[in-house]
């Protein structure tokens, strides 16, 4: 063989050997791309989820050998919660192989990605938070705004309140004011309350806070002077631990705050110090790391001094654990999207398959090991937020602990308010709504 | 019928929350009077300042070590960010200065969470937040803990500015830099001094305000509220910070309870904004501001 030839054969085995392995690396890796943010205003709480994300997948990894033996990969890229980096991030990972979903934690960031998704054909996973109208999986193929949405969260904070006076027969004559920050955020169940409290009978006053909500005076001294039976906060941030520290500063009693999901971490009681004793939250995932699973993210990650955050104590807190069921819903979703299209990497629209039959009932939950940690989940392909139960939380000065049963808000009492945006969204956007599961996505 | 009580809750209420923009506006005029800088980054030295008593605390350091500490630390960042930034930029146009200390803030802040961590803390400084009744009033002790620490600092501002030689140098390089530099003094050294001392100003502003907020990142953001209180009382005049600071409080929780229903609510923010902007239009320097005369 002369040498030419001989470095023919040697660069076409080589070659071969190199596409052999980039082949098999990508024909069992499922990828993460994770828009995260570490540093910054929101960084607690973007270290919390994405430590609890990044600890779920790594337990699969090391306990599992992945799913079904795909293998969970990720990356990382910082946006700091804002949406221009946040797309940036998106465009600088949207290439890599195997993308099973996204998951970014922020509502403008979703916003941003959601015609980019739909073109790209990858979910896009927005738990509770979101578009609400995105729950009509119809008109958002892509898009899941999983456990709870803007809307159901109003109905269980009412239903909740509704318990607490004795039914909602009670609620009538009852004043609440809604205490919200002032974004687009804040404002969306704005419609919502007045809905429900035209329904149940209570009367309604709606106080904005404006951003970032350091300074809460005038907004307490007007509720001191409305005297209301019930303040729901609907919050973000340092509103929080301000709202609470000046509701105690006009003696508004902590106990009848009630928090929605984003008011409803440590990180959001913990600076109010002795005010928000008393403080109650709603949540879908409740915290703490008695359950299973968290002892198995302890035992076999952070064993193998693989965990992903820097201060143990935080594990089983409210970001944390919402992270860890982000990871149990994605995974599943692949599990079950693996079972009908094989055991191997996923495109994104078999992902999308899979969540469309997320379904997990309260036995299926326990078997993971998240028993109490969160209910159930039943996604469809037209109902993309599955239906998640809430439960209510209170906080006791160092932890939550639960005050209430796993409520069910008033699903039907929404979907045609649902549907009727959605269907605006479509007629705007010239979508086709499909009209069963198998009727495949347009573009 | 009017509800001159509740009035009187909203008024006092805005003028406590005033002295808590004073405190920070405070530290923007130091820098400025003396050395015609407008510092943004007085809100990250502030956040910088209440992150690392509070980190030195929740670490077992006592009390009073960890304020020392965190004096002392904040006295060196003061004068190393008068060194390394302002010194060398010395004679550049003052949006030029004004940048450096853009950029400063992003730096300070960035280091805070790197040096200490982004988790959020509570700040107990020992004073209740309960609040206390007079005639149906309530008033909150932390705000009026806050409005005697105001004071104090005041006070002792202008006995430090009348009696010692370091004041009196202040004085003389904030009235005319070039005469002052005819006479002998350092300016170099004043502009040092000066930045310490903001330094302190950000450390007792950072502990009023973590105690009121809790000790996390946003606390930066409060140098939004301090720019109208400089509109209004002056750049360089601290008795103008505390009677812009009282004033801002008030008018932007009047405006919010009264004026706010009108436009369906959350205007406090940009109220304060349009009487400071108003205000600019009638008396650009300000209430007590130096009026600039300059020959052309």
């Known amino acids: 063989m002369n040498m030419f030839r001989r470095l023919k054969v040697t660069m076409g085995a080589a070659l071969a050997v190199g596409l052999a392995g980039t082949l098999a690396v990508h024909a069992d890796e499922q990828f993460f791309p994770l828009q995260s943010y570490r540093v910054g205003p929101y960084a607690a709480g973007g270290t919390g989820f994405f430590g609890g994300f ?22 990382e890229g910082e946006t700091q919660y804002e949406v221009e980096r946040g797309v940036e991030v998106y465009e600088r990972l949207k290439s890599h192989p195997g993308i099973a979903a996204w998951n970014p934690l922020s509502v403008g960031i979703a916003y941003a990605m959601i015609d980019r998704i739909t073109k790209d054909r990858v979910p896009l996973i927005t738990i509770n938070h979101g578009r609400t109208d995105s729950t009509d999986g119809r008109v958002f193929p892509y898009v899941f705004p999983l456990l709870l949405n803007p809307y159901s969260e109003t109905s269980g904070i009412v239903n909740y309140i509704a318990s607490r006076e004795g039914g909602p027969d009670k609620l009538k004559g009852k004043k609440i004011v809604v205490l919200y920050h002032g974004s687009p955020y804040g404002k969306e169940t704005i419609p919502i309350y007045k809905l429900l409290s035209d329904k149940y009978g209570f009367s309604l006053e709606q106080i904005e806070v404006p951003h970032p909500g350091n300074e809460q005076q005038s907004q307490w001294l007007s509720i001191r002077r409305a005297k209301p039976d019930y303040v729901v906060l609907r919050g973000w941030g340092v509103m929080n631990p301000v709202a609470l520290k000046t509701a105690q500063k006009v003696g508004f009693p902590a106990d009848h705050i009630i928090g929605n999901v984003w008011s409803n971490s440590e990180e959001d009681v913990i600076p109010a110090g002795d005010a928000a004793k008393g403080y109650i939250a709603i949540t879908t995932q409740a915290s703490g790391a008695e359950y299973p699973v968290l002892q198995e993210v302890i035992k076999t990650v952070y064993g193998a001094n693989k965990g992903n955050l820097d201060d143990k104590k935080r594990i089983g807190s409210v970001y944390h654990n919402l992270g860890i069921v982000n990871g149990i819903l994605n995974v599943e979703a692949i599990r079950i999207a693996q079972a009908k299209f094989g055991k191997r990497t996923l495109t994104g629209d078999e992902v999308r398959w899979g969540f469309e039959h997320l379904q997990l009932d309260p036995a299926r939950v326990e078997a993971l090991g998240a028993k109490g940690l969160f209910h159930s989940i039943n996604v469809t392909w037209d109902n993309h937020e599955g239906d998640g139960r809430v439960t209510f939380q209170q906080w006791d000065g160092s932890k939550w602990k639960v005050v209430s049963d796993w409520i069910a808000p008033d699903w039907a009492f929404l979907r045609p308010i649902i549907e009727k945006s959605s269907a605006a969204y479509a007629k705007e956007h010239g979508i086709r709504i499909r009209t069963s599961g198998d009727d495949p996505v347009s573009q | 019928m009017f509800d001159y009580q509740f009035l009187i809750e909203v008024l006092i209420g805005g003028l406590l929350s005033g002295v808590m923009y004073s405190l920070v506006a405070i530290g923007f005029v130091l820098i400025y009077k003396t050395s015609g800088v407008l510092n943004f980054a007085q809100g990250a030295m502030l956040l910088f300042a209440a992150l690392t008593f509070v980190s030195l605390v929740e670490r077992g350091t006592p009390f009073a070590a960890a304020l020392a500490a965190t004096l002392a630390i904040m006295i060196v960042l003061g004068i190393a960010v008068e060194r390394t930034v ?103 050294r004043v502009w040092g001094a000066v930045w310490a001392v903001a330094g302190i100003v950000a450390l007792v502003g950072g502990l009023s305000w973590g105690a009121r907020l809790g000790v996390q990142f946003s606390l930066s953001l409060v140098v939004l509220k301090a720019l109208p209180v400089l509109v209004l009382g002056g750049f360089d005049s601290i008795a103008g910070a505390i009677v812009g600071g009282l004033l801002v409080g008030a008018i932007e929780k009047l405006a919010e309870v009264y004026v706010g229903p009108f436009f369906g609510g959350g205007i406090e923010v940009w109220a304060a904004y349009v009487v400071a902007l108003g205000f600019l239009l009638i008396r650009p320097s300000g209430l007590f501001g130096q009026k600039l005369v300059e020959r052309v």
């Open chain 1, 54 to 75: 990044i600890d779920y997948l790594n337990l699969i990894n090391i306990r599992d050998g992945g799913v079904n033996g795909v293998k969970l990969t990720w990356d």
């Open chain 2, 86 to 188: 302002l010194r060398p930029l010395v004679n550049q146009p003052p949006i030029t200065l004004f940048m450096a200390t853009l950029g400063l803030s992003y730096v300070i802040e960035g280091a805070a969470q790197l040096l200490w961590g982004t988790q959020v803390h509570g700040l107990d400084i020992g004073i209740s937040d309960t609040p206390f009744d007079v005639a149906g009033v309530l008033i909150s002790r932390l705000d009026l803990f806050a409005a005697a620490v105001a004071g104090g600092l005041v006070a002792l501002f202008a006995l430090f500015f009348r009696y010692t030689r370091t004041g009196l140098s202040f004085r003389a390089v904030a009235d005319d830099q070039f005469a002052a530099l005819a006479v002998g003094l350092r300016l170099p």
